[in-house]
């Protein structure tokens, strides 16, 4: 029932317009702005984006808190970072992100470990300030090893007045100018989880940056020097890209922050280039490196072989003939295992359609991938992205799909509902919901306790994934067969 | 080259390859500016030691890897078990993302529930305008019959008032006036996530028999000989509920469960997303009232509703998550006393088959130690459970169990000789845990998935009971109450037992001569 380009828009308009029918008038006035189709040749999708949501709604967004500690600074993985504040936060955030590290998980590493204040009443009535302090003697004593510690705020911090930058400098200098770093990512702040990042970013910026001796971890630098920005090494996603940068001559110096320690953190300034995967989570601090320490950054994309090989050019256009040379080698190291997987999946996945909604880059990024596989994605959305972000969506999408910026469950369910996708790449909130209705389902955020998905290995990996989830067997069983 | 197409790798065997590893040892050699290797080894064994656990147990402000969550994460619980009802939580969104996260990655089941989105500007003007709008949208778009509101910490420090709040949302026609809107204040810097399910049941429970915030005349209680049942936050609620429910069935009591949510959390795949299945409906809640007594199977887990309902006329039997033998003799006996009815044989015949298995096994479990941590009634229950088979509960470690809990285990120890040498720790964490696992290590640990890093550092085999459980699949689905759900539990302990006594005997030509075919 494939659906010509003009049915196609007028079917989204007409879906659209469906969706806005639920709303009361001042809310579907709001979400309208969010809602539309994209159209050939236009400079952004035509929505609105990065504003509040509404209230009641089920928007499918998390808080800066999540931004901050949940994205940028979690993977930090030689650091102690502690969700200053009530118990939750950190317990529904705890080791979920499947940011891989290599490392002695309490001893010198702490990633898939859980600190907290877990704050009770008498902190918020009298502040936090004095357990902060005894906190920071607490780790250092039973944690001697940690590199640096960050104090991720929760939303009554900033409610209740307290003031822990003046705790991080007090105990820095009683530490010995120990690296301690305030993160004021409240989860009121901002309507998302972008500002967190932002506020993150800004944080390393003012914390780190401007404090680094530069004595500090040493190492001669080399005209081939890059730091990989805004990758979280979700199910293995930064050392599956960094492998292609080394061969193709490259050196990577850091790891932004997936599999990241803090002294990678402080060198990166003597990167001759930063590469930027997720821009939105980290596009602030890669801008800040540019005007103060002059390093460039290039946005990339190592989601499918397409975006890869057009990626390695990019990136090698940066340097000099050896790295060029170094990038077509490495295209062509990868060739037969491309065409293989592709020979091996394509038939299996040719003309399936999907619908995205996730965070980040991939609401874009991945389209590339999809199409190596002969797949379409018809309708894509943020869940926290800016404009830039869909004006750099027009470089992915086709005409006519179908864009939704911070989707509702009820339009998300909706739109799914009549444009029946093959597959449908989302987060673990909309997995069950679609799975439910019989519609194969891929989690877009956790790789679905997958991955890696980037580079060249990472995309085996993704065809099969996408060929598991949509040819299983069960989706042939979702209807008892006595039912017509 | 690592990949390879006919047979993919993924996270799980890709980086063992030699590109990988030689990738692994360059980072770290030249780029992270780590601890030498033997510094790390040494304080990886002072971190076993003595000395290091006073140290770790001496910490009064740091808490790390605890062993609960937060109140509001309780009242999504509690309002999931009720008919066509929506959770609305009043204050920031992100935590609305994180329970529903939270209860998918548990129960592999959608849970939907909203948020009142609050930022910036709500923080200094209170959050009101959220409400008005957000009742409004979520009775649009979701068609809910009840919306349960509770709140984020960030409504509650700056003290948003949800009784005038809904008022106004109504006066301001969000929602027609009669329109049910229970509601609790959750504070997230008190208690603990079991504290949030009693806070969130007792604001539905009272709304209904107290005049819907002086708005009706509260209901008079009119005795029926009727039971009502409490389960409390439960990891298992869709295996135990019905269990319950056949109990109930086999010894002809009328009842009404307070709180169901084991069809809400246990819808089919069948083409059709259901957002609301089953639950407690509304005239059930309202009919509760008259029961003869309510048994409430987590004391802990809803104290301030056991008073109100106390207060309300009717007998309360607090249990502390009876299972095994002995708790699940003392659920039909107490059932039986208030309701008169006999238990009936095909009970006692499940009982029988259950001793009829522990007879069977319990050497294989005799004397094992067992460490255990997790929320305050499983503990009490599978201590329980646990020296009645002759095991030693070492270590019954809770984050949200106090001092009155912890004085209920100690009595549960001291009523056994398997209890002795047991020790209880109320307020404590894994970390804590961890610990105690070096210091005076145990044959088994019995915990929730995070239990797993335990078991990685320590060398303890893990069983999988409580909450959360991300890792194993569909373990919720079978119940753990009653005797069937003992025999159940049973079945794991004596499995994980097996499994590591063969892992111990099956070095070849050194050990397996215990690698027996019949154990």
């Known amino acids: ?484 | 080259m690592p990949q390879n197409a006919e047979d993919i790798l993924d996270h799980a065997t890709l980086f063992r390859q030699p590109e990988y590893v030689e990738l692994f040892e360059n980072k770290k050699k030249n780029f992270e500016f780590g601890v030498p290797a033997d510094r790390v080894q040494q304080i990886v064994q002072w971190t076993k030691s003595v000395e290091y656990k006073e140290k770790n147990f001496a910490r009064d402000s740091l808490t790390i890897n605890p062993a609960k969550a937060c109140q509001p994460l309780g009242a999504v619980f509690a309002a999931n078990g009720f008919a066509k009802t929506l959770s609305f939580v009043h204050g920031s969104q992100g935590c609305v993302a994180y329970y529903r996260s939270h209860f998918s990655r548990h129960f592999k089941e959608p849970t939907s529930c909203v948020s009142s989105s609050m930022t910036e500007d709500a923080a200094v003007f209170g959050g009101l305008n959220n409400m008005v709008d957000g009742l409004a949208n979520t009775l649009n778009l979701y068609k809910p019959e009840m919306i349960a509101v509770s709140t984020t910490c960030m409504a509650e420090v700056i003290g948003d008032d949800l009784n005038a709040f809904i008022k106004t949302a109504k006066e301001k026609g969000s929602l027609p006036a009669e329109f049910d809107v229970p509601f609790a204040h959750t504070p997230a810097f008190v208690g603990s996530h079991i504290t949030g399910y009693d806070n969130a049941l007792l604001g539905i429970i009272r709304h209904f028999w107290d005049g819907k915030a002086d708005t009706v005349p509260k209901l008079e209680r009119v005795p029926n000989e009727s039971i009502n049942f409490i389960g409390g936050f439960d990891g298992f609620v869709v295996g135990n509920i019905p269990e319950v429910r056949r109990i109930f069935k086999l010894m002809g009591v009328e009842h009404t469960f307070l709180c169901d949510p084991s069809d809400n959390w246990n819808t089919p795949t069948d083409g059709e997303f259901r957002m609301y299945d089953g639950g407690t409906t509304k005239k059930q809640v309202e009919e509760a009232l008259n029961a003869k007594a309510t048994f409430v199977f987590q004391e802990f887990s809803a104290l301030k509703t056991s008073k109100f309902i106390g207060e309300h006329g009717q007998e309360v039997v607090a249990l502390n998550h009876p299972m095994g033998v002995t708790g699940t003799d003392k659920f039909l006996m107490e059932l039986a006393r208030i309701t008169g009815k006999p238990i009936p044989p095909e009970l006692e015949r499940e009982r029988g088959r259950l001793v009829d298995a522990i007879a069977d096994s319990q050497a294989h479990l005799h004397g094992k130690k067992y460490a255990l941590y997790g929320d305050p009634d499983l503990m009490l229950g599978l201590t329980q459970f646990l020296l009645e088979l002759g095991a030693e509960p070492v270590h019954v470690l809770s984050t949200n169990g106090d001092n009155d809990w912890a004085a209920k285990v100690q009595a549960l120890f001291d009523a056994s000789p398997f209890g002795k040498g047991c020790k209880v720790y109320p307020k404590r964490d894994l970390w804590h845990m961890r610990s105690l696992l070096f210091t005076e290590p145990v044959d088994f640990l019995i915990g929730n998935t995070y239990g797993k890093y335990l078991e990685r550092d320590t060398g303890t085999p893990l069983i999988r009971l409580g909450f959360p459980i991300f890792d194993r699949h569909h373990y919720h689905r079978t119940p753990i109450w009653g005797y069937e759900g003992a025999m159940r539990v049973l079945v794991m302990l004596l499995d994980e037992y097996f499994e590591a006594l063969d892992a111990k005997t099956n070095d070849i030509a050194k050990t397996d001569y215990s690698f027996d075919i019949i154990r």
């Open chain 1, 1 to 484: 029932m494939s659906l010509t380009l003009e049915e196609s828009k007028a079917r989204n308009k007409q879906l659209i317009d469906e969706v806005l029918k639920a709303y009361p008038e001042k809310t579907a006035k709001r979400r309208a702005k969010h809602l539309n189709t994209f159209e050939e040749g236009k400079s952004d999708c035509n929505v609105k984006s990065n504003i509040k949501s509404i209230p009641g709604v089920m928007t499918i967004r998390g808080c800066a808190y999540a931004g901050s500690k949940g994205v940028v600074w979690g993977p930090i993985k030689d650091m102690i970072h502690i969700s200053h504040g009530p118990v939750g936060c950190g317990q529904y955030s705890w080791a979920s992100r499947r940011n891989y590290y290599i490392g002695t998980t309490g001893v010198d590493s702490f990633g898939t470990m859980q600190f907290t204040s877990d704050f009770q009443e008498k902190d918020i009535v009298f502040g936090g300030d004095k357990k902060l302090d005894k906190i920071i003697d607490e780790i250092q004593e039973l944690f001697p090893l940690n590199k640096g510690i960050s104090i991720q705020s929760e939303c009554p911090i900033g409610l209740i007045g307290d003031d822990i930058e003046a705790v991080s400098k007090r105990k820095s200098k009683q530490l010995n100018n120990h690296t301690i770093i305030p993160v004021r990512c409240e989860g009121f702040r901002g309507v998302s989880q972008s500002l967190g990042h932002h506020i993150a970013n800004d944080a390393i910026r003012d914390w780190v940056f401007d404090k680094v001796d530069p004595e500090k971890n040493k190492f001669e630098s080399s005209p081939y020097d890059v730091a990989i920005i805004g990758d979280y090494n979700i199910g293995g996603d930064a050392w599956s890209s960094r492998i292609l940068l080394e061969e193709m001559g490259l050196r990577v110096i850091a790891q932004w922050s997936g599999d990241g320690t803090l002294a990678e953190l402080e060198n990166t300034p003597k990167a001759k280039l930063n590469v930027l995967h997720c821009y939105r989570s980290m596009n602030y601090i890669s801008r800040h490196m540019e005007e103060k320490y002059g390093v460039p950054w290039v946005e990339y994309n190592f989601f499918g072989p397409s975006k890869i090989e057009a990626s390695l050019r990019e990136i090698a256009g940066h340097f000099d003939d050896k790295i060029k040379e170094g990038a077509e080698r490495v295209i062509a190291k990868y060739k037969a295992l491309t065409e293989a997987v592709i020979a091996k999946y394509r038939p299996r996945l040719e003309g399936k359609t999907v619908m995205l909604f996730v965070g980040g880059l991939r609401p874009r990024h991945v389209i590339g991938a999809y199409e190596d596989l002969g797949m379409n994605v018809v309708g894509t959305g943020y869940e926290f992205g800016h404009n830039d972000d869909y004006q750099r969506t027009t470089h992915y999408v086709k005409d006519g799909t179908l864009i939704y910026d911070d989707v509702t469950g009820f339009e998300f369910e909706k739109f799914v509902e009549k444009v029946q996708p093959d597959l449908v790449g989302s987060g673990i909130k909309e997995k069950y919901v679609f799975q439910k209705m019989g519609v194969p389902f891929r989690q877009m955020h956790s790789w679905d306790y997958s991955g890696p998905y980037h580079g060249y290995d990472g995309f085996g990996i993704f065809a099969r994934d996408m060929d598991m989830a949509i040819n299983s067997p069960v989706w042939s069983l979702t209807r008892a067969p006595w039912k017509k």
